[in-house]
Nanobody, 125 residues
Framework: QVRVEEAGGGSVQAGESLTLSCTAS????????MGWFRQPPGKEREGVAC????????YYSDSVKGRFTISRDNAKNTLYLQMDSLRPEDTATYYC??????????????????WGQGTQVTVSS
């Protein structure tokens, strides 16, 4: 059974940084695209950043481009999201996700179907 689990959420002030991590099990980690999604209160879930199996192709939503960095360590089955210059509008529940290698598409973060429980990020002004 494929499982992903997020860690590292918390409450910070605007302008500060936070790093999320996600560990995966039950899959061949270095064969799968991985992604970070978020769901702000009262809004739909959106793709934030996604990365291909090797880490050499990434996608960022316009709202986080230049502030967030997605990376992965295939030796540790771990995905990361470095979030800098956080803004109150980044407040959301953040989810790690993966999907079948032939379906999950890094561009636009499409086709991801396995989700973690989420971790809360709160940014105050």
């Amino acid at each position: 059974q494929v499982r992903v689990e997020e860690a590292g959420g918390g409450s910070v002030q605007a302008g500060e940084s936070l790093t999320l991590s996600c560990t995966a099990s039950g899959l061949t980690f270095d064969a799968n695209a991985m992604g970070w999604f978020r769901q702000p209160p009262g809004k739909e879930r959106e793709g934030v950043a996604c990365i291909n199996w090797s880490g050499d192709t990434t996608y960022y939503s316009d709202s986080v481009k230049g502030r967030f960095t997605i990376s992965r360590d295939n030796a540790k089955n771990t995905l990361y999201l470095q979030m800098d210059s956080l803004r109150p509008e980044d407040t959301a529940t953040y989810y790690c996700a993966t999907g079948p290698p032939i379906i999950a598409d890094v561009q636009g973060c499409l086709g991801f179907s396995v989700w973690g429980q989420g971790t809360q990020v709160t940014v105050s002004s």
